[in-house]
């Protein structure tokens, strides 16, 4: 039989995402491009297909047209619709073995000998891809769509698309950030954390991962120590393992990093002293103050992730590092992720301006910089007032959660010690010592909670293995009781 499109079974899937008239419109596209339907073939009518699938027949005839406007289809008068023979042939052809070579013959480079590093080999945090799907998910750095204003982020995304705003920001800035941005975090967010810099201190950058990444790129070598907090941010130690000749574990305690022999020989010293990552601890401002005056006295930098500072339960937050820093000792790295959506990544850090130059020379190399659209929708987001009220509306639904949190580990599982947070959106729990907590997540998810092992966090292989890390950021408060309730029954099945 021809293959022609009558041939062809059309369906929609069920997509309340997308507009019935986008679906269609991919579906005609995909089996054209695909060769599903041959170039000169005719398409079905608008009523055929109308009623093939259920849908009104504009749906169809609106489709049809905007395929025919973009030179997908032509149109035929009163023969009806047709692919265009032009869309297929100017598409490349696959490429063929020459002649007498067969595909097998082809010899693949070795790419496992040419791999100078192994980033895929390094331990990293484990979530499940569906997430979402799990009743209860305790997990950490996502957010609870419920709470994101998203009438505010249409608006502010409707505003960036303004003709005016298109031609600001559709151009190529080479390595410029939005101004309107670079003012917003330089007179709306740095403030409140005691920082005043000028507009060339600050970088953007594609989260606060890119930011780690570009200072081990341009200021590290086989000859950097490198301290990090142990436990401590599973990414920073990794992008730093890229780079660094040798990595420094530094203790913690109740106050955050803890300020011992071992970081004298530390050329940098990653720190994260407003809710230390991941126990929670917040560093006081004496050590804070110490801290500055050791790393002037043993001459080496610090870097601030200043992550979750802005979700604080209780009191006033502490003053940032950088806002006590009278030297240029501090690189101050910061990011949106925890506040707006981690699937946004803009981050920022704050530096002396040398830094930040060749910081910004680096960056364009890699990739310019961060989307600029992107960058004017979070500038009028900031100037329009809509993040401080999520903060405040943040600020209050993670304290209840926290709360509700504590509570039930109190009744359900009271033989774990859990570490009090000011602030923040996560638990660090300590289990009885022969515990496993990757075994109690394998038995836990089987029952429809997520929760994260802590071994990964820390630096020594194996880890120890009794802890975890409780987030609360994607959990409705009212599913915080039954989760740790089946989170006990899990602890029990594995004792």
Not at 66 to 77: A, K, P, V
Not at 364 to 374: F, G, S, T, V
């Amino acid at each position: 039989m021809g293959h022609d499109s009558k041939s062809i079974l059309f369906h929609l899937e069920p997509d309340r995402t997308t507009t019935l008239q986008a679906q269609l419109r991919r579906m005609l596209v995909s089996s054209i491009l695909d060769g599903q339907i041959p170039p000169g073939s005719p398409l079905p009518s608008c009523r055929a297909l109308a009623q093939s699938l259920k849908i009104a027949r504009n749906t169809v005839v609106l489709a049809y047209q905007d395929l025919t406007e973009e030179g997908f289809l032509i149109s035929r008068e009163r023969s009806g619709f047709f692919v265009n023979p032009d869309i297929v042939s100017a598409r490349p052809r696959d490429m063929a073995p020459a002649p007498g070579e067969s595909a097998t013959d082809l010899a693949e480079p070795d790419w496992v000998t040419r791999f100078k590093s192994r980033p895929s080999q390094q331990r990293n945090v484990v979530k499940p891809a569906n997430w979402q799907d799990y009743p209860y998910p305790f997990i950490y750095g996502q957010i609870d769509q419920s709470l994101f204003p998203l009438a505010a982020w249409r608006e502010c995304s409707r505003q960036a698309l303004s003709v005016n705003s298109v031609r600001d920001w559709a151009k190529d800035r080479f390595g410029d950030d939005d101004p309107l941005l670079i003012e917003q975090i330089r007179t709306r967010l740095l403030p409140r954390r005691g920082v005043r810099v000028t507009a060339d201190e600050i970088l953007v950058t594609v989260g606060a991962q890119q930011a780690l990444y570009l200072l081990s790129t341009l200021l590290f070598d086989h000859k950097t120590t490198f301290g990090i907090e142990d436990p401590g941010y599973t990414d920073a130690r990794n992008i730093a393992a890229l780079r660094a000749g040798r990595l420094v574990p530094l203790p913690v305690d109740e106050q955050g990093l803890a300020l011992g022999s071992e970081l004298n020989g530390c050329d940098y010293v990653y720190v994260t002293p407003s809710h230390q990552f991941p126990t929670t601890a917040t560093m006081s401002l004496e050590r804070r103050h110490a801290l500055l005056e050791r790393a002037e006295a043993r001459d080496f930098v610090l870097i601030e992730d200043d992550y979750e500072s802005e979700l604080t339960h209780h009191g006033s937050p502490q003053p940032a590092l950088k806002s006590l820093d009278r030297h240029g000792r501090v690189i101050f790295v910061s990011s949106l992720s925890k506040t707006l959506a981690p699937g946004l990544r803009l981050g920022f850090l704050v530096a002396p301006k040398p830094l930040v130059a060749e910081l910004r020379a680096l960056r364009r190399l890699m990739i310019r910089h961060p989307a600029a659209n992107n960058q004017r929708t979070i500038a009028l987001f900031l100037a329009d007032g809509h993040h401080d009220t999520l903060l405040r509306r943040l600020c209050g639904v993670y304290r209840e959660r926290l709360a509700a949190a504590v509570t039930a580990l109190a009744k359900f599982l009271p033989e774990f010690a859990v570490n009090l947070t000011a602030g923040g959106t996560a638990l660090w729990i300590r289990g009885p010592r022969d515990l496993d907590m990757a075994a109690i997540a394998a038995a836990a998810e089987r029952r429809g909670v997520v929760i994260e092992p802590g071994a990964v966090h820390f630096m020594a292989q194996p880890g120890p293995a009794n802890f975890c890390r409780l987030g609360v950021s994607s959990i409705p408060t009212e599913r915080i009781e039954a989760g740790i309730r089946l989170l006990a029954e899990a602890v029990r099945e594995q004792g």
